[in-house]
Antibody, heavy 125, light 106 residues
Framework: EVQLVQSGAEVKKPGESLKISCEDS????????IGWVRQRPGKGLEWMGS????????RYSPSFQGQVTISFDKSISTAYLQWSSLKASDTAIYYC??????????????????WGLGTLVTVAS | SYDLTQPPSVSVSPGQTANIVCSGD??????TSWYQQRPGQSPVVVIYQNTKRPSDIPERFSGSKSGNTATLTITGTQAVDEADYYC?????????FGGGTRLTVL
């Protein structure tokens, strides 16, 4: 069974760093891409980036390139999303989700088949 | 960047058919998925690869495509279907979501 367990809510100040996590408790990440999706309050879903745990290949949305870093620790089957300097505009819920349907790097037929519960990040002074 | 366009809102009466559309450049040759997000919950896939429905999704949900427009159809809409719906595709090396459509059942 696919179970994506995300870390708890965070409250940070502008300029602080943060790393949130997404653990694959069902050990199903092998051969799947893992994506991170942002949802600002009252707004829609925005794809931020994805990582392929088997070789750590990472792709970023142009909107988020350079703003965040996505990584994966194979020893504990956990994906991470991190910021070096948060802004108030980073306030949002962040979801991790597993991608099915990719054939290696070819993901034209892929979809997000399992989602975590989300991590609420609040950035305020 | 690639964009998917959805209407902000759709209203339907209980028991009627709801159609939510999603359009994008050359979407006709891409795969489209649809997600349902109820208030306070994580998104759930209801249609993937244009027309396929996960085993735990009710049969009243279906997907289709005509030209560069994908459509999510809910036949016999129920009150529990009231939610936000997002289309999604893959373009080059990017995953893309539509802006979302709020379905109101009234």
């Amino acid at each position: 069974e696919v179970q994506l367990v995300q870390s708890g809510a965070e409250v940070k100040k502008p300029g602080e760093s943060l790393k949130i996590s997404c653990e694959d408790s069902g050990h199903t990440f092998s051969n799947y891409w893992i994506g991170w999706v942002r949802q600002r309050p009252g707004k829609g879903l925005e794809w931020m980036g994805s990582i392929y745990p088997d070789d750590s290949e990472t792709r970023y949305s142009p909107s988020f390139q350079g703003q965040v870093t996505i990584s994966f620790d194979k020893s504990i089957s956990t994906a991470y999303l991190q910021w070096s300097s948060l802004k108030a505009s980073d306030t949002a819920i962040y979801y991790c989700a597993r991608l099915s349907g990719c054939r290696g790097v070819a993901c034209y037929s892929s979809w997000f088949d399992s989602w975590g519960l989300g991590t609420l990040v609040t950035v305020a002074s | 960047s690639y964009d998917l366009t959805q209407p902000p809102s759709v209203s339907v009466s209980p028991g009627q058919t709801a159609n939510i559309v999603c359009s994008g450049d050359k979407l006709g040759i891409k795969f489209t998925s649809w997600y349902q997000q109820r208030p306070g919950q994580s998104p759930v896939v209801v249609i993937y690869q244009n027309t396929k429905r996960p085993s735990d999704i009710p049969e009243r949900f279906s997907g289709s495509k005509s030209g560069n427009t994908a459509t999510l159809t809910i036949t016999g809409t129920q009150a529990v279907d009231e939610a936000d719906y997002y289309c999604q595709t893959w373009d080059d090396t990017n995953w893309v979501f539509g802006g979302g459509t709020r379905l109101t059942v009234l």
